[in-house]
């Protein structure tokens, strides 16, 4: 007979199902004393059992992306799967350095790489990167500007003593966000090359890679003699990293804004100078910032379980999408190429649920906050080129999506009119707000979705209405025309060309747009996106010739 049953793995079930196995073995033994030492041995080993049922049950739990809860669980998961994830990306800018119109010091000035300066438009640190260990600044009249790269955070170094052998990894713990672009590695006071995986490490090549650990920070790995140069034991191996504020560094271009240097300089005689008497810190052009990113969070992660991001090359449209994730300012996304073309094009929306995380309410969000800037943009692109892993001919554009603004008008019948409306009216604002927040679907959106969600979320409702506005087709109906802009692709040059047809309305013909046949939200373009937006007019049925403004896009009635 079997001693346990495959469906019994509670500890009280465990341990009947042990005494009933012995009461049956033994014929004699009718109960057990677990007071006894046979009956203490007896509960130790149900114990034992019961977490080894435990422990399965958990592996096969934390094993799949899906029921994973762990946030080591997850990221393990990952990186058996070949994804890295990102700890962030440092926000960058161009800075112009110019000498003071009022200096006449004719001394030169010596800056070392990593130099920090301090911007007035958010108290943050950024570090001068040089390319070389030093550089000097002659401060005569003649001085034309220098353009330095400075990136936001601030430079930390460990330093440990190898231990040797084939792949010898050294684990770099940090509190945080880094940037790994960012990493230097000195073996003995030589700085090696780093490199992309294993599998590019040239034979006894004095190379490294970073790979993400599960459990805390970075691992630095070495190579084996065949895949990269081994470590000698007793090595001294130094590494110096860039820990950041994600996107707090982020700047806007504002002509008051200034930087200046937080320690003294030195001349090429070693004397302290002050920089901030010679030297004037601005930015370099308009479009000198790039914009920085907080880490990846565990729901991106697991949702790129099972992607080899190494061997994704960017070339189609799911690695662009892939690559996008590791921006924390990047939300709602979509990622295409047409067949037989190297041209790749993304619809990207800002991460506007950041905002209503930080308290703001949806309904007064406004177009800024759902669309990238120009500068955003351009540091996607520069990571993409940076990144090396862009197929040659392959061309990434970013496309703006096209807000689509509605009004929902909400009709209320309660069950008993002595319930606080003004109560009830703030609870349905809360639970529309957090759905709209997080559209799964972004072309159709049913009334009956709100209807649903208020009925079950607030019991004091009896009956539900909802009747949604569109902006485009209440500009219509004023204007008495619409333009169909129709998005047309050329297979010859990749690229997608607008044929705007204006369409007449006839008579009381009612176009629908943006809306179906139900006035559920139905949107057909690919480059729009549905919102719960004012700021925008349509006309009063009752008064035509006066038309009312959408100030706010929820209005709630009480029958």
């Excluded at 926000?91 to 112009?96: I, T």
């Excluded at 890679?209 to 599960?214: A, C, E, I, S």
């Excluded at 959106?445 to 506005?469: H, M, Q, R, W």
Aim: glycine residues 8%; proline residues 2%.
């Amino acid at each position: 007979m079997k001693l346990f049953s495959l469906r019994n793995i509670q500890f009280q079930q465990i341990l009947e199902d042990i005494q009933s196995y012995l009461a049956k073995s033994l014929g004699s033994v009718k109960s057990i004393n677990r007071s006894t030492v046979f009956g203490q041995l007896i509960t130790v080993v149900a114990g034992v059992a019961h977490n080894i049922m435990l422990y399965i049950e958990d592996s096969l739990v934390e094993q799949n992306k899906y029921t994973a809860q762990r946030k080591k669980s997850i990221i393990g998961l990952a990186a058996l799967s070949g994804y890295q994830p990102s700890y962030g990306k440092a926000a960058g800018v161009w800075v112009r350095l110019a000498h003071r119109a009022n200096n006449r010091n004719p001394i030169d000035v010596v800056i070392q790489d990593h130099q920090r300066i301090i911007c007035s438009q958010n108290g943050l640190y950024y570090n001068m990167i040089l390319g070389k260990s030093a550089m000097v600044v002659k401060c005569d009249t003649n001085l034309a500007s220098n353009y330095i790269y400075a990136v936001q955070g601030q430079y930390e170094t460990q330093r440990f003593t190898a231990t040797g052998g084939k792949f010898f990894a050294q684990n770099l713990k940090f509190n945080g966000f880094m940037d790994t672009d960012y990493i230097t590695v000195k073996v003995n006071d030589e700085e090696w090359e780093r490199v992309a995986s294993l599998y590019d490490m040239g034979a006894n090549k004095k190379q490294y890679m970073v790979r993400y650990n599960p459990v805390a920070g970075v691992d630095i790995v070495f190579g084996n003699g065949i895949n990269g140069a081994v470590v000698p034991a007793g090595a001294s191996v130094e590494v110096s990293y860039l820990l950041h504020d994600g996107e707090s560094g982020n700047m806007d271009v504002q002509e008051d804004t200034y930087f200046m240097f937080s320690t003294k300089l030195s001349d090429i005689a070693g004397q302290q100078v002050d920089g901030n008497n010679i030297f004037e810190i601005r930015f370099a052009t308009e479009d000198s910032v790039a914009a920085g990113a907080n880490s990846e969070d565990i729901t991106q992660i697991r949702q790129m379980i099972g992607f080899n991001s190494r061997s994704l090359v960017l070339s189609d449209s799911n690695a662009y999408k892939a690559f996008l994730n590791k921006f924390s300012f990047v939300g709602y996304n979509r990622t295409w190429s047409e067949p037989g073309s190297l041209q790749v094009n993304s619809l990207v929306m800002r991460n506007y649920k950041q905002y209503c995380q930080q308290g703001e309410d949806y309904f007064k969000l406004t177009e800024d906050k759902f669309n990238l800037s120009d500068i955003q943009k351009e540091s996607i692109q520069n990571a993409i080129i940076k990144s090396g892993m862009q197929l040659a001919g392959t061309q990434y554009n970013i496309l703006d999506i096209e807000l689509c603004r509605y009004a929902l008008y909400v009709y209320i019948k309660m069950k008993d009119n002595s319930s606080d409306r003004e109560i009830i009216s703030t609870k349905i604002k809360s639970l529309i707000g957090e759905f709209f927040g997080d559209v799964q679907s972004d072309s159709y959106i049913p009334k009956s979705d709100i209807i649903a969600l208020i009925k079950e979320n607030v019991p004091e409702v009896d009956g539900v209405t909802c009747y949604f506005l569109s902006e485009r087709n209440e500009q219509a109906l004023m204007q008495g025309q619409y333009n169909d802009v129709q998005y047309i692709y050329d297979p010859m040059t990749g690229t997608y060309r607008n044929k705007t047809v204006t369409v007449r309305l006839v008579g009381n013909e009612n176009p629908m747009l943006g809306l179906d046949a139900h006035g559920n939200i139905s949107i057909d373009a690919d480059n729009q996106f549905p919102v719960l937006m004012g700021g925008w007019k349509f006309n009063n049925n009752e008064t035509p010739a006066q038309q009312v403004t959408v100030t706010d896009p929820l209005i709630i009635v009480f029958e």
